[in-house]
């Protein structure tokens, strides 16, 4: 299972305020799901990270987070569904922004469903189970 990275920022919210919110009773749900994360997910995380007030502690905090689990990079078949994907929903005219759609075709690409709280986006890619927090 790919989680979406508002999955990860209220993960690593609640935790700082020491809280048992969604994210946190949902990750404990999932049991021995496999866990994966896409590189675009792995690029939000630092991208804010970076941008807050003290860097460095953030990006201990997500690395610490996210480092148990697997990276999932694109491949030459990743290209080619992400073409496919994006042409079809530029030609339905229900076009989704551009790192929701290179996280959605990832979790596609290796038949996985993705868990996020925003769902309007992914759930416009065919074939992609969505699931919700």
């Given at each position: 299972m790919f989680l979406d990275t508002c999955f990860w920022v209220d993960l690593l919210r609640e935790r700082n305020r020491q809280e048992r919110g969604p994210a946190t009773l949902m990750l404990a749900?999932?049991?021995?799901?496999?866990?994966?994360?896409?590189?675009?997910?792995?690029?939000?995380?630092?991208?804010?990270?970076?941008?807050?007030?003290n860097p460095r502690r953030e990006l201990t905090r997500m690395s610490r987070l996210v480092e148990p689990h697997p990276?999932?990079?694109?491949?030459?078949?990743?290209?080619?569904?992400?073409?496919?994907?994006?042409?079809?929903?530029?030609?339905?005219?229900t076009p989704i922004p551009v790192m929701d759609l290179l996280v959605g075709v990832t979790?596609?690409?290796?038949?996985?469903?993705?868990l996020t709280r925003d769902v309007t986006h992914f759930r416009r890619i065919p074939g992609l189970v969505v699931e919700e927090y």
């Open positions: 749900s999932l049991g021995e799901t496999e866990i994966l994360i896409s590189v675009f997910v792995l690029c939000e995380l630092r991208a804010g990270a970076e941008s807050s007030e990276v999932i990079y694109p491949d030459a078949a990743f290209a080619v569904l992400y073409g496919e994907v994006s042409a079809a929903l530029l030609k339905n005219g979790a596609k690409r290796f038949a996985a469903p993705v």
